[in-house]
């Protein structure tokens, strides 16, 4: 099975920590992109018939800042044009302040059945510095008008004078609303973006500061049922996503869309991050690609390892082997010796311990050699 990742590029306006591909002035081409997207989705659809998918992802930018039926009408090319499962988890990202009854009730006839909301934080004053547009309130509200479905939360950690009290309310917020999962991520101020300054400043919390509020909030949402399955997501039992758990296991997807990334076949490519540029290539017949790397020997090995040990349940031996048709232990036993008391290790398994697992990072480059 594999997973099609869809972006959309529009929001109202830009957080100052975001460095993907949004753009809050072109909300204009928002018809001509779709039209451009319904023909790279057919196209893409005819290339990968003799494949199965079961997963569906909207992403973004803001997808909910469009027309519910621009939505809709891309999930039905989507279902015209690939095998997609019955049971398909189908996702959408949504921002508070954006979504009303009735563009759920669009997003749910056509299909969707998990969203994914944008919180952040729960203090209005944190969502205005970050340039959000929505209120803790507004958040709330919108997980009534979804409740009963499946709905994830992001939060973000690593704020200005931020503490682990402060983010235990964020989470609590979430709670409140109704999600069965979370993703938790430590805020990485990319160059070029607002809140760059405030790094270079030294006004965000240090690395090891978030790594402490990370650990503790770790622990409370496992008091809270929340489990983690991989670095940076939570979730109760039976919610965790099954769009990310492909990506972590070196499932295959397509993205479809401006500045979308792709693995099929042993190669990764991704698309142009310009919505003109993007609609050329499309009019014109042009595959989209802005870059295209066939990932070949041991990076394969390399990436194999490097998700899996993201997760908690890690690497699966006989997994390995089946893939690879070599032995973990002989292929990496430089690392493994070397890491032994940052990992649990079984004949079947190799996986990092739960208190290391927030700086894998460190671990997973000793396999690089």
Same mark, same amino acid.
């Given at each position: 099975?594999?997973?099609?990742?869809?972006?959309?590029?529009?929001?109202?306006?830009?957080? $100052?920590?975001?460095?993907?591909?949004?753009?809050?002035?072109?909300?204009?081409?928002?018809?001509?992109?779709? *039209?451009?997207?319904?023909?790279? /989705?057919?196209?893409?659809?005819?290339?990968?018939?003799?494949?199965?998918?079961? $997963?569906?992802?909207?992403?973004?930018?803001?997808?909910?800042?469009?027309?519910?039926?621009?939505?809709?009408?891309?999930?039905?090319?989507?279902?015209?044009?690939?095998?997609?499962?019955?049971? *398909?988890?189908? /996702?959408?990202?949504?921002?508070?302040?954006?979504?009303?009854?009735?563009?759920?009730? *669009?997003?749910?006839?056509?299909?969707?059945?998990?969203?994914?909301?944008?919180?952040?934080?729960?203090?209005?004053?944190?969502?205005?510095?970050?340039?959000?547009?929505?209120?803790?309130?507004?958040?709330?509200?919108?997980?009534?008008?979804?409740?009963?479905?499946?709905?994830? %939360?992001?939060?973000?950690?690593?704020?200005?004078?931020?503490?682990?009290?402060?983010?235990?309310?964020?989470?609590?917020?979430?709670?409140?609303?109704?999600?069965?999962?979370?993703?938790?991520?430590?805020?990485?101020?990319?160059?070029?973006?607002?809140?760059?300054?405030?790094?270079?400043?030294?006004?965000?919390?240090?690395?090891?500061?978030?790594?402490?509020?990370?650990?503790?909030?770790? %622990?409370?949402?496992?008091?809270?049922?929340?489990?983690?399955?991989?670095?940076?997501?939570? %979730?109760?039992?039976?919610?965790?996503?099954?769009?990310?758990?492909?990506?972590?296991?070196?499932?295959?997807?397509?993205?479809?869309?401006?500045?979308?990334?792709?693995?099929?076949?042993?190669?990764?490519? /991704?698309?142009?991050?310009?919505?003109?540029?993007?609609?050329?290539?499309?009019?014109?017949?042009?595959?989209?690609?802005?870059?295209?790397?066939?990932?070949?020997?041991?990076?394969?090995?390399?990436?194999?390892?490097?998700?899996?040990?993201? /997760?908690?349940?890690?690497?699966?031996?006989?997994?390995?082997?089946? $893939?690879?048709?070599?032995?973990?232990?002989?292929?990496?036993?430089? %690392?493994?010796?070397?890491?032994?008391?940052?990992?649990?290790?079984?004949?079947?398994?190799? *996986?990092?311990?739960?208190?290391?697992?927030?700086?894998?990072?460190?671990?997973?480059?000793?396999?690089?050699?």
């Amino acid at each position: 099975m594999a997973g099609i990742y869809v972006h959309i590029p529009f929001c109202k306006s830009k957080c $100052t920590y975001c460095d993907f591909a949004s753009f809050p002035n072109e909300i204009n081409k928002t018809e001509s992109y779709f *039209a451009c997207l319904y023909r790279e /989705t057919k196209g893409r659809g005819l290339q990968l018939k003799d494949k199965k998918f079961d $997963t569906v992802y909207i992403g973004g930018g803001t997808p909910s800042i469009v027309p519910a039926k621009f939505i809709a009408g891309e999930i039905k090319q989507i279902r015209q044009c690939f095998d997609l499962a019955e049971n *398909a988890e189908i /996702t959408i990202e949504l921002n508070p302040g954006t979504v009303d009854e009735e563009k759920i009730k *669009a997003y749910k006839q056509a299909g969707i059945n998990r969203f994914s909301i944008g919180l952040q934080s729960g203090f209005d004053e944190e969502l205005k510095r970050l340039n959000r547009i929505h209120t803790a309130k507004d958040f709330l509200m919108t997980c009534k008008l979804l409740k009963g479905e499946n709905i994830s %939360a992001d939060i973000l950690i690593g704020l200005w004078e931020q503490k682990a009290e402060d983010v235990k309310k964020t989470v609590d917020l979430a709670i409140a609303g109704g999600v069965c999962h979370i993703s938790m991520y430590a805020l990485t101020p990319e160059v070029g973006t607002p809140i760059y300054t405030d790094y270079l400043n030294g006004e965000l919390l240090s690395d090891d500061e978030t790594a402490d509020i990370y650990d503790e909030i770790r %622990a409370y949402l496992k008091e809270k049922g929340f489990y983690r399955y991989e670095v940076s997501n939570f %979730a109760i039992k039976g919610f965790e996503s099954r769009h990310n758990l492909n990506y972590w296991q070196r499932g295959e997807y397509i993205g479809l869309g401006v500045a979308a990334a792709s693995f099929i076949d042993g190669r990764r490519f /991704t698309n142009t991050y310009s919505i003109d540029e993007y609609c050329n290539d499309i009019i014109f017949n042009r595959p989209a690609e802005a870059n295209s790397t066939m990932i070949e020997g041991k990076d394969n090995n390399f990436e194999y390892i490097m998700l899996a040990l993201r /997760t908690s349940s890690g690497i699966d031996v006989k997994d390995y082997k089946k $893939t690879f048709g070599t032995d973990i232990f002989k292929d990496y036993e430089k %690392a493994i010796k070397k890491n032994a008391k940052y990992l649990d290790i079984s004949p079947d398994r190799i *996986a990092v311990k739960d208190e290391y697992l927030y700086v894998e990072n460190g671990i997973i480059t000793d396999f690089m050699e």
